[in-house]
Nanobody
Framework: VQLQASGGGLAQAGGSLRLSCAAS????????MDWFRQAPGKERELVAS???????NYADSVKGRFTISRDNAKNTLTLQMNNLKFDDTAVYYC?????????WGQGTLVTVSS
């Protein structure tokens, strides 16, 4: 499985960005996909998850502002980010889980100016 993240960039506080993660390869058995982020000097943290047959889950810091979705027909994971805050500045990574195997995308930088 290969993951290609895109959509990062510069946004003003209160603005929006939409991240995408295109999956290729043997994607049929992916049962969970996530977005993580890592801010400068901080540990990587889980932002949002979507599991096959389940409801999305979000970190408290992004609830009500971010929406994760998965388009199985297009093998794409999306993170819609609204009402961005300065603290959302980070490199965002998509991750896919297939049983015991975990795959990471290369990361896309989101910078929010205050």
């Amino acid at each position: 499985v290969q993951l290609q993240a895109s959509g990062g960039g510069l946004a003003q506080a209160g603005g929006s960005l939409r991240l995408s993660c295109a999956a290729s390869g043997s994607v049929f058995n992916i049962n969970r996909m996530d977005w993580f982020r890592q801010a400068p000097g901080k540990e990587r943290e889980l932002v949002a998850s979507i599991i096959n047959g389940g409801s999305p889950n979000y970190a408290d810091s992004v609830k009500g502002r971010f929406t994760i979705s998965r388009d199985n027909a297009k093998n794409t994971l999306t993170l819609q980010m609204n009402n961005l805050k300065f603290d959302d500045t980070a490199v965002y990574y998509c991750r896919a889980r297939e049983g015991d195997y975990v795959y990471w995308g290369q990361g896309t930088l989101v910078t929010v100016s205050s």
